[in-house]
């Protein structure tokens, strides 16, 4: 099945701790992004990349980190820098030649 | 930072009523303008997207865009239990998304 799979689906952090969030893609696509989503609040982007080793801060990118090592593979580091980290965290991709960014299930961090 | 405004929710709808969202955008020069549907806990999914002034219809769903007022909307008729959800409006530009804060919408049967 072709797709993008984020893990965990739930993620629970303790005080002071860094976390990485995984997103993987199969599509073949060369953009992937990602976005918060806070209660009855729209998507905003962390951070997106638009071919490998290569990728740009978002609106909100403070307190996070990502790399693009690969072109399936776009994990989010979320750093005990980012002080209030409870969110739902989605992952996004774009096919090449394309507008329109197709979504991962997404991730649920929650802060101990 | 672009700016996506959405008309507040929620928005109750009897069943087989149309229900009818609304989105303005700051960016003159957008081009590209997408219509998300999330339900609660899951993550969007795309219904329409619309790149010229007019209407376009699929299904259940017309999206109209209204470039000269920076407005597009989203209609849904026939609404069905199963279109309860929060319906994001999202303008794209330098290969970016644009999120307004999302409209929910339930239907009453």
């Known amino acids: 099945d072709g797709g993008i799979t984020q893990s965990p689906k739930y993620l629970f952090r303790k005080e002071g701790q860094n976390v990485t969030l995984s997103c993987e893609q199969n599509l073949n696509h060369d953009a992937m992004y990602w976005y918060r989503q806070d209660p009855g609040q729209g998507l905003r982007l962390i951070y997106y990349?638009?071919?490998?080793?290569?990728?740009q801060k978002g609106d909100i990118a403070e307190g996070y980190s990502v790399s693009r090592e690969k072109k399936e593979s776009f994990p989010l580091t979320v750093t005990s820098a980012q002080k209030n980290p409870t969110a739902f965290y989605l992952c996004a991709s774009l096919p090449s030649g394309s507008e329109t960014q197709y979504f991962g299930p997404g991730t649920r961090l929650l802060v101990l | 930072q672009k700016e996506v405004e959405q008309n507040s929710g929620p928005l109750s709808v009897p069943e087989g009523a149309i229900a009818s969202l609304n989105c303005t955008y700051s960016d003159r020069g957008s081009q590209s303008f997408f219509w998300y549907r999330q339900y609660s806990g899951k993550s969007p999914e795309l219904i329409m997207s619309i790149y010229s002034n007019g209407d376009k219809e699929d299904g259940r769903f017309t999206a109209q865009l209204n470039k000269a007022s920076q407005y597009v909307s989203l209609l849904i008729r026939d609404s069905q239990p199963s279109d309860s959800a929060t319906y994001l409006c999202a303008v794209n530009g330098d290969y970016k998304l644009s999120f307004g804060a999302g409209t929910t919408v339930t239907v009453r049967a």
């Open positions: 990349s638009q071919i490998v080793n290569d990728f």
